[in-house]
């Protein structure tokens, strides 16, 4: 069975300390890579048949698809500033280059598309920024690039937990295709805390049991989430941020709650 929890690695020669692809987490859709570069460093990329969406999680960068510079994006000091990342999307078929003007945290979001779409810079005000929850169930979200707007398979979103809440919660999933009640998902959950050295729970579990995992999450890891419920809890005095990529057959957010927790919402 695939490891459904992946954690960083030393950086490579290109800066990458952590990447899932479809490959290696026996799934379909959905590929991530995470990249800390120093200033002038560049990070390079593309794929024929992949679009991808890049993130600034901290730091600044210049962009650059198909050898037409984007501009200069990013520039929040922590994923924990209340402030939009700089974020691009470049369409299958697309090279990109990512320079980096400040020591840069840069997340590469893949998923399968086609050529043809523009790329483009997706502006900080048009990533709606909403509060779900309440009490210890609050927690702060922001949609970088959600259905609304142009893309072949991706839906990326951040959120921020507070420590002591939940999210992802009450328990929800999104791993079959029912028309009208829910979308079949593929997704990761790429995990920040502050201060570093605290850690998060997330457990991944379907109705039958036949997969039931409970992690335990440090600064930097990845959760693979190929199906079923998978809330979050972040302990007393460590906030949690995560950055959610999401790709599957039909490009919708529709999930189904646990209906044995389900009534919390009443």
Known sequence: MTQLLVRPHEPDAAGCVLEVTPQSAGWAHVGFKVCRLAPRQELTGG?????????????????AVNDVGLGLVGGRSSVFDDVAPGAVYVPAGARFSVVAMTGLEVALCSAPGRPGRPARIIAPEAMSREVRGQQTNTRYVRNILPETESADSLLVVEVLTPGGHWSSYPPHK?????????????E???HRLNPSQGF??????TDDR???EALCVNDG???????GYH????PHGYDLYYLNVM?????KWMFRNDPAHEWMLR
């Not at 794929?47 to 962009?63: P, Y």
């Not at 998060?200 to 579990?205: D, G, N, T």
């Open 188 to 190: 990761t959950y790429y």
């Open 174 to 186: 999104h791993d079959n295709a029912v028309e009208g009640q829910e979308t079949l998902l593929e």
């Open 47 to 63: 794929e024929a048949d992949r679009e991808t969406c890049v993130v600034a999680l901290s730091g600044s960068a210049r962009i």
């Open 221 to 227: 890891d990845v959760v693979l989430v190929p199906r």
């Open 231 to 234: 809330p979050v809890g972040a």
């Open 210 to 212: 036949g997969l039931d």
């Open 200 to 205: 998060a729970f997330q457990r991944v579990y």
């Open 247 to 251: 790709a599957g057959p039909e490009r």
